[in-house]
């Protein structure tokens, strides 16, 4: 956590005390902490002890020439990684709410560009007044996390829900909320299909074809980095695993098959492997030897469909299954038809008549799904990785 910085708006309640602990448990955890104190907040907890824990400055005032000299409002509010208001008070709430800003506290929240997390804390009638339900809801549409409040005695000698969250509570969701920060996958389950198959003829023949693997691991490492568990099921190729992926390494579609049926459940499914559509009939136990008959017929059979299987409705179909495309004639109308014919949710297609694409290190993509194409121009294939693992990323959010 450290590194990280946390902007501390403490409102005008009674539980103003506990965003003392706040602060030093977040400094505790090395998290840097810019107090904001409200002018009401100032009436329960004065800027100097809030200063001292936080080991900050305590900014009360949106007029103030010297603060607004060495740090601006608009500044304030976007050099933290994260705004918490504790305790929010119904009226901080409200403002917020309906973008209002006649103060330090409020004109931040209305400037932020950062995630905002807010511990509401106030009397049990206020807490359930329509109003602030009304207030609520708004925040939360806007995205504001909330925690709490607790319900229990309060000290308007009421019972109810409306008590601040204990400081533990906030800070273990402010440390999940900076953990979470880029990665957006945290706690999701992601199968990549990788590389090429190869289908055995005898002990030493295959079919097999060019894929390098390189631009499902590229997806697999951004996958990755975007938070995501990735398991990567691989068909023989030269790369090393990415970071912090799950590597299995299989030879044949069959193989395959019952490798990514073996990982499930996964949130999402992306097939990059170039899977042999066929294999031969026969696998000959020792190796085939020239001969006066001539050269052998080989007989090919179908190989079980990978992604249609993967996105067949049942109980494990993954929620958002992507299939790849590779194509050497009328990409997009080729694409499409595979899009109804495998009932995924999106196909990636790329021309790979084109030398540069198997095996290089650039790619051209058509993302197609049943709303429309985006024609994504050409780019490194770690670069289409990085913006298909965003896109997978909020198709989960
Ligand atoms: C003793 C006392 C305790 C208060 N406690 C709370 C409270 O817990 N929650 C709340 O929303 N308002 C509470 N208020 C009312 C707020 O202080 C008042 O609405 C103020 O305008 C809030 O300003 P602020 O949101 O800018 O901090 C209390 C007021 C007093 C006098």
Redesign the pocket.
Known sequence: MSGKRVLLIV?????AYKALELTRLLRKAGIAVSPVL????AQFVTPLSLSALAEDQTRTDLFSLDDEAEMGHIELSRAADLVVVA?A????MAKAAHGLAD?L?STTLLATDKPVLMAP???VR?WLHPATQRSLRLLQGDGVTIVGPDEGPMACGEFGPGRLAEPEQIFEAVAAALAGQGRPLAGRHVLVTAGPTLEPLDPVRVLTNRSSGKQGYAIAAALAELGARVTLVTGPTALATPAGVDRHNVETAVQMLSACQAALPADAAVCVAAVSDWRPDTVFGVKLKKGPEGPPSVRLVENPDILATLSARGLTRPRLVVGFAAETSDLEGNAKAKLARKGCDWIIANDVSESEVMGGDNNEVLVIEAGGVERWPRAAKAEVARRLAARVASALA
């Not at 409102?11 to 539980?15: L, Y």
């Not at 008070?89 to 901080?92: E, I």
Request: glycine share 20%; net charge negative.
């Open positions: 409102g005008g309640g009674i539980a409200t002018a009401a907040g305790p008070t119904a009226d901080l103060d506290a804390a106030m009397n206020m």
